[in-house]
């Protein structure tokens, strides 16, 4: 038997881009038959509907409402729901699990960390980091960062993102020894970008965010839950904005060349 995890869902009560309340999701996952959601907001640096005017604690308590909307409906049907958030730097976003509202409260300095800083600092209290979908492009970005020595995994299979975006971060997490996970980054109930529903896959059900926390970091014992072809290299697949790697020392190295992308070594 197969425990699966939604890893990548937005909520309205944070996201400005989410159209589905916590609370509203529980039935359609365990329709599904997943065991558990992590909700996953758009903290204050990236898309948050939540005021910027407000103390800082107040902000934050707003900020997890979504997730906690989400627990209690959870924990009436019988859905586990975990927290986490999804941080944002020039386009590329991270998402942060195993830290909960308190650490949060403790942390206002975190708008002003850089990569590095946010890193080790999530890194050192238990946290886990992974560079959600590394490789995406849209209309509002001019460039692709990708951050291989800032997180802990590369999220590779996101169903807001066109297969050749999937493959091009799997392929890259491949070549390179990356951890991989993959999530559905759903911001309206049974529905994303591809139609599909993806997620984590375990042989036993988690008991806790630092357990899906240790078990990433681990690096085995998990799968990940995606349509059976997306994730196949297919000859033509190419990035289209300029790529940027990053190397230990959070330096961009560019380039154009499908082939030097893969093969960058620092």
Not at 10 to 33: D, Q, V
Not at 137 to 159: G, I, K, S
Not at 202 to 210: D, G, K
Not at 217 to 243: C, I, R, Y
Request: hydrophobic letters at 35%; aromatic letters at 14%; a negative charge.
């Amino acid at each position: 038997m197969l425990y699966l995890y939604e890893t990548h869902l937005h909520t309205t009560a944070a996201s400005a881009c989410a159209r589905s309340s916590g609370a509203e999701y529980i039935s359609f996952y365990k329709s599904l038959g997943y065991a558990g959601i992590i909700v996953t907001d758009h903290f204050f640096n990236g898309n948050c509907s939540i005021p910027d005017n407000l103390p800082w604690e107040e902000r934050v308590n707003l900020f997890c409402r979504g997730y906690e909307e989400a627990k209690a409906e959870g924990d009436r049907q019988g859905l586990q729901v975990f927290f986490a958030w999804e941080d944002r730097f020039d386009g590329d976003e991270f998402l942060v699990y195993g830290l909960d509202k308190q650490w949060l409260i403790a942390h206002p300095d975190i708008m002003e960390w850089d990569h590095i800083t946010h890193y080790q600092k999530i890194r050192a209290d238990g946290g886990l980091v992974v560079q959600a979908h590394p490789f995406r492009e849209r209309n509002y970005l001019t460039e692709v960062y990708v951050h291989p020595y800032q997180c802990d995994a590369f999220e590779v299979a996101n169903a807001g993102n066109p297969s050749p975006q999937n493959r091009m971060a799997y392929r890259y997490a491949l070549e390179h020894h990356i951890t991989m996970t993959a999530g559905s980054d759903i911001h309206h109930v049974g529905r994303t970008d591809n139609g599909y529903i993806y997620g984590m896959e375990f042989s036993t059900p988690l008991q806790s965010i630092a357990d899906y926390v240790k078990r990433i970091k681990s690096g085995t014992g998990f799968s990940l839950h995606v349509p059976q072809d997306e994730l196949s290299w297919k000859e033509g697949t190419a990035n289209h904005l300029p790529v940027f790697i990053y190397d230990r020392k959070n330096r961009p190295h560019s380039t154009n060349n499908i082939d030097e992308i893969f093969h960058m070594h620092f």
